[in-house]
C-alpha cells in the first residue's frame, strides 16, 4: 500500500545545539516516508556548517517562501513564535516539538516525535485554532511580520523616563497610561510577558485580548480584558521623543506621535495538539499548581 506523499517545513533554533538533538530522528522517519523537506535556510546553515550534519533537503528556503503540509518547529516557544510569524496566513498547521523546558506552544516532547509523526500520516491528531493580533500605524511601516501569536509590547527604550500611553477602545478613551510600557496580549500569550507583570490567565480560545500596564506609576492602573472585536487604538508620549514596539519579541523604535492601530487579524495560527494533553494539563505543570515545593 502506498504511503501518502506529504511536505514539511521545518524551522529550528540555531543557536543551543541541544535543541536541535532530535533532527536526526525526525529527518531519518521522513526520509522513510519519502517526504519533501523544506528547511528554513538559518536552521540549514547551523545543522550542515555547526553541527555538521549531512542534511538531504528538497528545499532550503529563505523567510515565508514555502508551501508545506505541515511546519515543524524544534526548540521552545520562541522558535515557535518564530514559525509561525513566517506562516502567517498560509494556514499550515504547526507541529511544536519542545527541545528545553515545558512550553505552552511546542508541548510535543522529543520521546514522543515518531507517535506524533506517525499520527499526522494517519490523520490521528488535532488542530487548534488561536487569534493572532496585528498593527498598524501612521508613518513608516514595521519591518517584517506586523502580526503576533503571544503580545504587542509598548516599551520605553533604555533609560528612558516612563511613556504616557493614552488608549481609546473603540474610539472612545479609555486611560492614559503613565508606564514602563503596555502589553496587549491574545489568550495564547496571556501566560507570557502579560503574566508577568500581573495580567490574567486567559484561556486560549476566549474571544478577547488583554491589556497589562509594565510597571505603572499609579497602583490604580490594572489589567483590563476587552472583546476581541475591539479596535485598539494608542499614541505614545515620551521624553525621549521615541518608544520600542515590541511584536512577539521582534523589537522596532518608532517615533513619538505615532498612532498605532491594534486589531485582530483576518486569519488564526493552526497547531496541531496532542489528544492526550490537554490545556490544563500543560498549564498545571507549567505553574506547578499542586506542588508541594517544601522538599
Not at 7 to 17: H, S, T, V
Not at 33 to 47: N, P, S, V
Not at 78 to 85: D, E, H, Q, R
Not at 208 to 227: G, Q, W
Request: proline share 4%; glycine share 8%; with cysteine.
Amino acid at each position: 500500500m502506498s504511503v501518502e506523499k506529504l511536505r514539511f517545513a521545518i524551522f529550528g533554533n540555531a543557536f543551543q545545539a541541544h535543541k536541535s538533538a532530535s533532527i536526526p530522528k525526525i529527518l531519518s522517519f521522513l526520509y522513510e516516508k519519502e517526504a519533501e523537506i523544506y528547511i528554513d535556510r538559518e536552521f540549514y546553515d547551523f545543522l550542515t556548517v555547526e553541527q555538521h550534519l549531512h542534511v538531504k533537503a528538497t528545499k532550503v528556503f529563505d523567510g515565508n517562501d514555502f508551501d508545506a503540509d505541515f511546519v515543524i518547529s524544534m526548540g521552545g516557544d520562541g522558535t515557535f513564535l518564530k514559525a509561525a510569524s513566517h506562516v502567517g496566513d498560509k494556514c499550515i498547521p504547526i507541529v511544536g516539538v519542545n527541545m528545553g523546558r515545558l512550553g505552552f506552544l511546542a508541548d510535543v516532547r522529543p520521546d514522543e516525535i515518531e507517535q506524533c509523526l506517525t499520527s499526522l500520516y494517519d490523520g490521528c491528531y488535532s488542530v487548534e485554532e488561536r487569534e493572532v493580533l496585528q498593527v498598524s500605524s501612521t508613518g513608516t511601516p514595521f519591518d517584517g511580520c506586523c502580526c503576533a501569536l503571544n503580545d504587542i509590547a509598548i516599551l520605553k527604550r533604555d533609560n528612558a523616563s516612563m511613556i504616557s500611553i493614552r488608549t481609546t477602545i473603540n474610539g472612545e478613551y479609555l486611560t492614559t497610561f503613565q508606564a514602563d510600557g503596555l502589553i496587549v496580549s491574545t489568550p495564547t500569550g496571556s501566560t507570557a510577558y502579560s503574566l508577568s507583570n500581573g495580567g490574567p490567565i486567559i484561556v486560549p480560545g476566549t474571544k478577547v485580548f488583554v491589556l497589562t500596564a509594565v510597571a505603572p506609576h499609579s497602583l490604580n492602573a490594572r489589567p483590563i480584558v476587552v472583546p476581541d472585536n475591539s479596535e485598539i487604538e494608542l499614541t505614545v508620549e515620551s521624553r525621549s521623543h521615541n518608544f520600542l514596539i515590541a511584536i512577539d519579541g521582534r523589537s522596532e523604535k518608532c517615533n513619538e506621535g505615532t498612532v498605532l492601530t491594534l486589531r485582530k487579524a483576518p486569519y488564526a495560527v493552526r497547531i496541531v495538539k496532542s489528544k492526550a494533553r490537554g490545556y490544563f494539563h500543560t498549564l498545571r505543570g507549567k505553574m506547578m499548581w499542586g506542588a508541594d515545593m517544601r522538599s
